[in-house]
């Protein structure tokens, strides 16, 4: 990399290497150029600078965002100070009108912003896609039943449909946060200058139309200090990923061939250097993995955050790196998630089985005992209870039960509960039905951002 004297203070090479975000800001480089060609069309409009050169530094940003590639040979401290001494040499002093009206802290809280809210934007499509195929999925096994644990040991029978609307149940919960966490990331800060404004005389509101519809952080010290927004987007997607390790954990453990509910596709399996025989769940592993890797990155963000005077401060850039990453890796976590749950095979054979092996249906025959009879549940529990110390055959305890009491209860029977969001087919339905219909008011509020956002230079 060929050292050029910056223009903006540092002169020693080693100096500029430490400070410097460029590497980092390959990460924004398109939302940094956008954000510029708002601001210069902006000087323009306010007539503040002339529209000849004007047209000239946007006709060279347009080159950027085809290839930013140009700006990453500067030994700089950051991908603005690369701009400004890119658009020198092409454009002489005429590059210099960029400059008016602007802060590097409006400009990179402004990227910043649109990089996140453009995440978060793909992040709730891929959790619709997900979704519909958990809705799909289950009306396919409404009837298919499925051993539910607590303490990790056989505890009800339920149906893999039952299962299945509790992980959507789980996304749908989080995806009803998302629009308004997507709405307070979606707002601008430009015009907001270092920390006090500008005396530039800008349309804010204008300004913000560019990019990021009507929405504006009013106060232009809290525009330029806050990366509130990145920690609600970091907190948002560890919950999220923490919630769904879980259900990856289940996946893992099923699959395995003692169990083996389930059948992961081959092409999420790696198989072992030296055991042929491994059929490794490597994509679901990564999963687990990078819900850890969420978690640290809040903390890290917050922990930088957390000891700073209001205003900028230059520790707010190694936030960034923590901030813009992890949100690409759910993305795409929750994109190979999908993909590994559309194509994995139930082995409804395995499945049975255990429903049939074990006395899961116990406690529905106890309740039903006590319901029967009027006697306190209790002393039902207590009854079946010592039945089962006693003999070395829980097929014995049915018989004796159904003997002295006329019940009789399968797991064909057990699995239609009448309570409300139990595993009866009937519920399963209803569920799905609903959650269809609140598909629709989601997607139309990711199509409404996903308009204001667009998709960016890199796509």
Partial sequence: ?????????????????????????????????????????????????????????????????????????????????????????????????????????????????????????????????LRRILLAKALEHKETPMVLYTHTQPAQVSTLAHYLLYVDELIATYMELLPPIIGVTLRSPLGSGPAAGVSTPLDRVRLASRLFGDGIVYNTLYATTSRDFALLALAFNASLLASLSRVVEDLILFSTPQIGYFSIPEEHLATSSIMPHKRNPVTLEITRARASELLASFVAVAGIIKGLTSGYNLDMQEANRYAIKPLVKTVEALRILGDLLGKLRVNVENVVRDVEVYPITLSDLAELIAIKTGRPFREVHREIAGLIRGSKDVGEVYRILEERYGVKLDYRSAIRRPVLGSSNPEDVDRYVERAYNSLRSLEEALEKYSHITGRGCGH
């Fill in 1 to 129: 990399m060929a050292y050029r004297e910056p223009l903006l203070g540092l002169t020693r090479p080693e100096i500029v290497r430490y400070t410097s975000s460029i590497d980092d800001d390959k990460l924004i480089v398109c939302e940094v150029l956008e954000v510029l060609e708002a601001h210069v069309w902006e000087l323009a409009e306010s007539k503040v600078i002339p529209l000849e050169p004007a047209t000239r530094i946007i006709s060279e940003i347009e080159g950027l965002k085809r290839d930013p590639s140009k700006l990453f040979t500067y030994n700089v401290e950051d991908v603005h100070e690369a701009i400004e001494v890119y658009l020198g040499e092409k454009l002489g002093v005429e590059a210099g009108y960029l400059a008016l009206g602007r802060s590097r802290n409006d400009h990179v809280a402004a990227a910043l912003r649109l990089k996140v809210a453009r995440l978060l934007v793909e992040e709730g499509w891929e959790l619709l896609k």
